[in-house]
């Protein structure tokens, strides 16, 4: 099928917002992730404590 005929058949542009908007909450998972991640490895190597 091409796209004009997606277009007929689906909203494309819907679609398309939907997965914007879960690739965007996945990448600020992940950036979340990454920053716990360096908090714990921080906090288990320092000597002082």
Do not use: H, Q, T, W
Not at 31 to 38: D, F
């Amino acid at each position: 099928m091409n796209y004009e005929g997606c277009k007929r058949k689906f909203d494309v542009d819907r679609y398309i917002a939907y997965v914007n908007k879960i690739v965007g909450e996945l990448r600020k998972r992940k950036a979340e992730n990454l920053l716990s991640e360096k908090e714990k490895v921080r906090r288990c190597c320092n000597p002082e404590d």
